[in-house]
């Protein structure tokens, strides 16, 4: 274990120093579970941002959803401009 010191607020120090109290650990070990719930949660975030982007980029390369072929080849740019 590695020590760590910090300068805080004197109320904050005394919120942090009353909310471990009540929960029966010192605030260092308060502190310390804070910091760890923070980072999981942070790495959660994190890891469900890269599953929404690369869902978003497989529906990009995934294509339309819908034929855009014509007789089994891709229209001319004539083709895809004229009007109907």
């Known amino acids: 274990m590695r020590n760590l ?4 607020a ?3 120090m ?17 502190v310390a579970d ?8 942070a790495e959660q975030i994190a890891n469900s941002e890269t599953k929404r982007r690369l869902e978003a980029l497989q529906r990009i390369f995934d294509g339309p959803m819908w034929d855009v ?12 401009n004229a009007r109907r």
């Open 5 to 8: 010191t910090i300068s805080i």
């Open 10 to 12: 004197d109320d904050l």
């Open 14 to 30: 005394q919120e942090t120093e009353r909310k471990a109290a009540e929960t029966g650990r010192t605030a260092s070990q308060y």
């Open 34 to 41: 804070l910091l760890k719930s923070n980072l999981a949660n």
């Open 69 to 80: 072929t014509e007789n089994g080849r891709m229209p001319t740019a004539e083709e895809r």
